[in-house]
């Protein structure tokens, strides 16, 4: 098992910054890709970014040159700097984690989400 929370959202006016963090607990020695996800009001929850354990990185294309993920493999910690920041950038923000399993299919881990509100 691997439990994750998230911490860093709040309000913040258009064109300001806010730093997510997502730390890991529990068998963390087993995670292999971690990435930050966003679910807004009526939407389905949509990639923002993702680090493998190597430190390969992917972005949404909305947020290519705003957003930087990076990872702390040593704290079990991922974090999300998000800059230049737009009112459609608001959702909630969920941390996320993939295991593999003996089997070759991957296990999902699930933080509980922290809320980005972005006034204009």
């Known amino acids: 098992q691997v439990h994750l929370v998230e911490s860093g959202g709040g309000l913040v006016q258009a064109g300001g910054s806010l730093r997510l963090s997502c730390a890991a607990s529990?068998?963390?020695?087993?995670?292999?890709?971690m990435g930050w996800y966003r679910q807004a009001p009526g939407k389905q929850r949509e990639l923002v970014a993702t680090?493998?354990?190597?430190?390969?990185?992917n972005y949404r294309d909305s947020v290519k040159g705003r957003f930087t993920i990076s990872r702390d493999n040593a704290n079990n910690s991922v974090y999300l700097q998000m800059n230049s920041l737009k009112p459609e950038d608001t959702a909630v923000y969920y941390c996320?984690?993939?295991?593999?399993?003996?089997?070759?299919?991957?296990?999902?881990?699930w933080g509980q989400g922290t809320q980005v509100t972005v006034s204009s």
């Open positions: 996320n984690a993939l295991v593999p399993t003996r089997w070759g299919s991957k296990l999902v881990y």
């Open positions: 529990g068998n963390t020695f087993s995670i292999e890709d």
């Open positions: 680090t493998s354990i190597g430190g390969n990185t």
